[in-house]
């Protein structure tokens, strides 16, 4: 069954450095997201992107945050200078393409820990 | 703009016994919804979507939820506890194809033997 993956699963980096994470969607999808879930909160969503550009972002993607998808199979959410409350499992997920299909494959996440 | 509610933020039931788990939206538009599970240090499952279809929504691992429009609600349920039921459970809900989704709180869910 295909799946969405991310890599790493677990990067630690120190306050301000920049990092990128990466999201393999599954193939044929052509919406692509990214969320995150700050330890014991709920999960927030970031931005979303379509046809090779945002959608839609949310407050908390300020311009820090970039999203890209560079070579038609990886979707990467790069954070320039990374702070403290940046820490938090980041998950990327993909959406079909089928117009009653709304539902959102999410990958296991990537757990960032800023130091 | 949408919104989730889940009504307590544990639950806990006996295996065995009903497991009801509450949401309720907030939509301008008629809604997609849907609940998710998530266990210790994984991703998001999903477990089932309402889509404007059938408004009894059969999921995965015998769960089910009903979307009750006059309520605005979309309560998740299992006749049946098992203690690898045990996970925190999300609500979330979105407007159209494309669009974000919009998660509650969560409800963690503990089964007792």
């Known amino acids: 069954e295909p799946e969405v993956t991310q890599t790493p699963s677990h990067q630690v980096t120190q306050m301000g450095q920049e990092v990128i994470l990466r999201c393999v969607p599954i193939s044929n999808h052509l919406y692509f997201y990214w969320y995150r879930q700050i330890l014991g909160q709920k999960v927030e969503f970031l931005v979303s992107f379509y046809n090779n550009e945002i959608s839609e972002k949310s407050e908390i993607f300020d311009d820090q945050f970039s999203v890209e998808r560079p070579d038609g199979s990886n979707f990467t959410l790069k954070i320039r200078s990374t702070k403290l409350e940046d820490s938090a499992m980041y998950f990327c997920?993909?959406?079909?393409?089928?117009?009653?299909?709304?539902?959102?494959?999410f990958g296991p996440g990537t757990r960032l820990t800023v130091l | 703009a949408q919104s989730v509610t889940q009504l307590g933020s544990h639950v806990s039931v006996s295996e065995g016994a009903l497991v009801l788990l509450r949401c309720n939206y907030s939509?301008?538009?008629?809604?997609?919804l849907f609940w998710y599970v998530q266990y210790p240090n994984q991703g998001l499952q999903l477990l089932l979507k309402?889509?404007?279809?059938?408004?009894l929504v059969k999921g995965i691992n015998g769960f089910e939820a009903e979307f009750k429009k006059s309520e605005t609600s979309f309560h998740l349920t299992k006749p049946s506890a098992h203690m690898s039921d045990a996970a925190e459970y999300f609500c979330a809900v979105s407007l159209i194809r494309g669009n974000k989704l919009v998660f509650g709180a969560g409800t963690i869910l503990r089964v007792k033997s």
């Open positions: 309402y889509t404007s279809a059938a408004t």
């Open positions: 939509s301008s538009v008629p809604p997609y």
């Open positions: 997920a993909s959406s079909g393409h089928h117009p009653q299909d709304n539902e959102q494959f």
